[in-house]
């Protein structure tokens, strides 16, 4: 699915029954209607899935220091992401007014990281594959979500409002199993798996990424209030609709 939009209006229309989804966006779906469906939409929030998947602000090299940023183009998907929305939470942590530099709607990760690498962005926040591709290209990393938060929650599994289906909770307990396998497994294991089904992931980084106790893979069906509060936390420092407490707390309540 090219945008998330798109991804809740066909899961509010049945045609999906799951969706894996930033947090940011549930907050934006399910407690108001001041989103781009013009509607809230009733959700259940099912499992944590990552940490962010080493979710970090990279720039080119000839970004040096952070008075370097003045001027510049950073690439977002779109400015009211809960990416780019992180993004200005950085860029005010390293000192930088974001009404000095412009913002660029590039699209996914992917599309940002040869943006930045052909010149056309100076940087924009990365993860998971493109991270590590940054990493490899011997981009200029500032900050990360850690650096943010050490509870920032990158994406979870997510339904319509209403009881879990005996099918969805066979793929939850699939799910769980498979989390438990990437946590506990040595990394070359992994890469092995990986190099038969996903050769692009096939790699000791991204798998370094996975096994994270930062970044990586989240075991259990738990969501707390904090993660969801640093979310919130973010919306309202970049000026944006922001969830107060209650809401929070009903949304959880609602996916228990």
Request: charged share 20%.
């Amino acid at each position: 699915m090219a945008s998330s939009p798109g991804q809740f209006e066909s899961l509010r229309n049945g045609e999906y029954d799951l969706v894996v989804t930033s947090p940011d966006n549930v907050l934006l779906y399910a407690t108001t209607d001041a989103n781009p469906l013009k509607e809230k939409i009733n959700l259940r929030l099912l499992r944590p899935i990552d940490r962010g998947l080493g979710l970090a602000l990279y720039t080119s090299r000839d970004i040096e220091h952070p008075t370097d940023f003045i001027g510049c183009t950073l690439g977002v998907d779109v400015m009211s992401s809960g990416f780019a929305l992180l993004l200005l939470r950085m860029l005010e942590e390293l000192g930088v007014e974001d009404s000095s530099i412009s913002f660029k709607p590039v699209g996914a990760t992917p599309k940002r990281l040869v943006a930045i690498t052909e010149g056309d962005i100076s940087g924009s926040i990365l993860n998971a594959e493109t991270a590590v591709a940054a990493e490899a290209a011997g981009l200029k990393k500032w900050s990360s979500s850690v650096d943010v938060s050490d509870h920032y929650l990158g994406t979870v599994l997510c339904q319509m409002a209403g009881p879990v289906s005996d099918s969805t909770r066979a793929f939850l307990d699939m799910w769980e199993e498979a989390t438990g396998i990437i946590l506990a497994s040595a990394p070359e294991s992994l890469v092995e798996v990986f190099s038969e089904s996903a050769p692009a992931l096939a790699t000791k980084a991204y798998v370094d990424l996975l096994q994270s106790s930062d970044f990586g893979c989240i075991a259990g069906e738990e969501i707390t209030i904090d993660a969801l509060t640093v979310l919130a936390d973010i919306r309202a420092a970049a000026h944006a609709y922001t969830p107060n407490e209650q809401q929070i707390k009903d949304l959880l309540d609602s996916s228990r």
